[in-house]
């Protein structure tokens, strides 16, 4: 439909998997799982539950009719009950024996505990994929020196490689955390209206066994192997905001990496790749416009202001529980994981297509090396210096202190001509003129390799020993397909 507002997130951002995840037929084929694994594990401890009562709810499973189910939730104001009525229509056998004993939270929070646990499986894979492809970058780039950048100034040189290795690092600890919340989820358990499993506790006589027993079952059949160890009507909410958290953690680091993309676009050192159509402006034909790391960033910032949402939904539970909670969580937990899921298939997509530019990296370095080089030219000048005394014609030669005030002086002087007037760093050149520095190879001192320091080597040992291992951990994801709608 093109005459009603549709969500961003699902027609152009995230992958079809994570729609399909949060999509209204999934959440209500969960919820009939659990209606169905509760009826299952209540017929196993002798509650009246017939098998031809269990047989037609599995057979009627996937048969949805939402348009009954919207019927009645007009008449009934509530969904839960919109969708038992609805099943209970085509299966009518089983009618008087859905939900029973149940509150609706043991059905809604069940379900998103679920759906958040399956969806951090596929947040986690895609994190894998950006993994891989910036570690083959940093792989390739090991040893390719480029200046570093404190302060967004220019400082001691790195390789490209090490930089991309900050990169995948972000998204290395971002695995190390999903993965610590999707283990860490647990199933709120069967419990009732205020948690305390009342109604469980008189349907099963009593036998507070047996209520553990049903419990167990229930969690068992949904793929849990803990429940929470206490709650109220629901689970606290404490536990989306954990969630959302790690899913802002991510957004933060891929954020950083898009910005640097852009930067380094700016100064055509790296691009994101760039198709043989695409346009960069309807306006200037010539320009590359970094338009997959700006989409990268709006994602998000828009995921890191989600996230006060949740944290906001826990702090205003009042006791067992109140329904203000619902409203903001339909929106705010599908929509950071659509976010996050589109974020990284376009940080996938541009990790596998980055394009470096050698001899723009090399005409910066040239710019720069001569003023970062002075430090090892004045000790080889002193050292040349000290050997060849009483030879040199120069005053200067051996003599730190004097040798230091003429580089600064020739330095100062190379600085103005290229902020005034835009030219070359002749510092070399100046330096060659003089003969306190006749005995130095000046040209070995601009080899920007030898400025590097161990670059190469932590590139090596970060692969080795912390890429490697994880993606071996994880060898069975399966490539994703990026390319769509990036």
Known sequence: ????????????????????????????????????????????????????????????????????AARHEKRLRHDVMAHLHAWGDVAPQARGILHLGATS????DNADLIIMRDALVLIRDWLVNVI????DFARKNRDLPCLGYTHYQPAQLTTVGKRACLWTYDFVRDVQEIEYRRQGLRFRGIRGATGTQATFLTLLKGDA?????????????????????????????????????????????????????????????IEEPFEASQVGSSAMAYKRNPMRCERITGLARYVLSILT?????????????????????????????????????????????????PKVIEARLAAELPFMATEEILMAAVTAG????????????????????????????????????????DLIQRLASEPAFAGVDLARALDPKRYVGLAPQQVDQFLKAVVRPLLAKYKSVRRKNASLNV
Request: charged share 25%; proline share 3%; with cysteine.
């Open 309 to 357: 949402s949740p944290f906001q939904t826990a702090a205003e539970q009042w006791f067992e529980r109140t329904l203000d909670d619902s409203s903001n969580k339909r929106l705010s937990i599908p929509e950071a994981f659509l976010a996050v899921d589109g974020i990284l298939r376009v940080a996938t997509d541009v990790a596998r297509g980055l394009v470096v530019y």
């Open 105 to 108: 939270m043991d059905v809604v």
């Open 1 to 68: 439909m093109t005459d009603v507002y549709t969500n961003p997130l699902v027609e152009r951002y995230a992958s079809p998997e994570m729609c399909e995840l949060f999509g209204n037929r999934h959440r209500i084929l969960t919820w009939r799982r659990i209606w169905l694994a509760l009826a299952e594990a209540e017929a196993q401890l002798g509650l009246p539950i017939t098998r031809k009562q269990i047989d037609q709810l599995r057979r009627t499973m996937e048969d949805i009719d939402f348009a009954a």
């Open 386 to 425: 000290a050997k060849g005394r009483g030879k040199s014609k120069s005053s200067a030669a051996g003599d730190r202190q004097a040798l230091h005030e003429i580089i600064r002086r020739h330095s100062q002087a190379a600085g103005r001509e290229v902020k005034l007037h835009g030219r070359p760093n």
């Open 209 to 269: 066994r047996k209520v553990a027993q049903l419990e167990k079952k229930v969690a068992a059949k949904l793929g849990f192997a803990a429940c929470e160890p206490v709650c109220g009507q629901t689970y606290t909410r404490k536990i989306d905001a954990e969630v959302a958290a790690a899913l802002a953690g991510i957004a933060a680091g891929a954020h950083k990496f898009a910005n640097d993309i852009r930067l380094l676009a700016g100064m055509k050192e």
């Open 132 to 135: 891989a492809a910036l570690s």
